[in-house]
């Protein structure tokens, strides 16, 4: 049986995203901590007028370039221009059969535009797609209570605090945001190779050991230790920490674009966008006044506990998406849905 060109082109598609899906996100979301090293450096070298000077232009010129940038083709599919629709595809997949892409994009415009917002809503009642909301949610707020937003912006005053003198506390952030980047290229390669749980298995062992390590740090300058003979252990917890670019940096991103058919992606997105926001703020908000309450030691080792719990939950709730095709994962939760569905009802007839 013949299988029509855009069909075949589709599932070409889909399987040589499903085997590198996971490079592509983390290769994006790896522009985070290369910003932040640029920031870091820039800081240590130059006044905050003259830093925000400079941010100021960099932001100017990606609007500018942003502005040249071709609308996507599913939208002038959507508003029935089929010949810009062409030049898009042709401008963004340069050797890309536009015929066949077009008609996947139109085939895809023409299923999504068929379902309503409440349509939407009511689908993600349906248990497989509760469950990657909720799988979703956790992982970035676990992703927040790591320390992404206190950690890596409190670094410099952390180490002072920690009475690191032999190595200047700015050249000790900008090392560790350098170890990140070069950790979120290797998880570029390894995402795809060694699955999402493994990454976040290294990324909270990794944190936890960073916490723990910090929290004894304080304790110990609490006991009067000589700051000297401790030094180390700070730098060393800040490397640690930035191993979290390997797995709780890229890895909930991956999922993001791995649990949902592709008319819910974009609630589901809004729905982690809102949630990581959120616990962003609170994080930050509440890190100076809990150091307060309840001293460096106690914060860092909280870090450690709630980053036990994200390694717990990673290995109970989250699916290993490795090399898996859409249908396969929406497969996979399924089965889980209906496995925990018939042990409920187990349990039920037992009592």
Request: glycine fraction near 6%; charge should be positive.
């Amino acid at each position: 049986m013949d299988v029509p060109l855009h069909r075949a082109v589709d599932q070409q598609r889909i399987g040589a995203n499903a085997s590198i899906r996971g490079a592509l996100v983390s290769t994006i979301v790896n522009g985070m901590p290369l910003g932040t090293l640029i920031g870091n450096a820039m800081g240590s070298l130059m006044s905050m007028m003259s830093f925000g000077l400079v941010s100021l232009v960099a932001i100017v010129c990606f609007l500018v370039m942003f502005l040249f940038l071709p609308q996507s083709p599913h939208y002038y599919v959507r508003c029935n221009d089929e010949k810009t629709a062409k030049k898009t595809i042709q401008w963004y997949h340069r050797k890309s059969n536009v015929n066949a892409e077009l008609q996947v994009i139109e085939d895809f415009v023409r299923a999504t535009a068929a379902t309503s917002f409440r349509e939407k809503l009511r689908q993600i009642t349906v248990k497989k797609n509760r469950r990657g909301f909720v799988i979703i949610i956790f992982l970035f707020i676990f992703m927040q209570l790591s320390g992404l937003n206190t950690v890596v912006y409190y670094m410099e005053t952390i180490v002072r605090s920690a009475q690191v003198t032999s190595v200047e506390p700015a050249t000790v952030v900008i090392l560790s945001t350098g170890i990140g980047i070069v950790v979120g290229w290797i998880s570029v390669y390894l995402i795809d190779r060694c699955g999402r749980r493994a990454l976040m298995t290294v990324s909270c062992g990794c944190v936890i050991m960073a916490m723990i390590l910090l929290g004894v740090q304080f304790m110990l300058l609490e006991q009067n230790f000589d700051p000297k003979r401790l030094e180390w252990l700070p730098i060393l917890a800040m490397i640690l920490f930035m191993m979290m670019s390997i797995g709780l940096v890229p890895v909930p991103s991956t999922i993001l674009s791995e649990l949902f058919p592709d008319d819910l992606k974009s609630i589901a997105g809004f729905t982690a966008s809102i949630t990581s926001a959120l616990f962003a703020f609170i994080c930050s908000k509440t890190y100076q006044p809990l150091i307060e309450l309840m001293t460096e030691k106690c914060v860092f080792w909280m870090y450690a506990i709630i980053m036990t719990m994200c390694l717990v939950f990673t290995y109970v709730a989250v699916p290993e998406t490795k090399g898996k095709t859409l249908q396969e994962i929406q497969e996979m939760l399924s089965e889980t849905s209906k496995k925990r569905g018939k042990s409920l009802e187990t349990k039920g007839t037992v009592k």
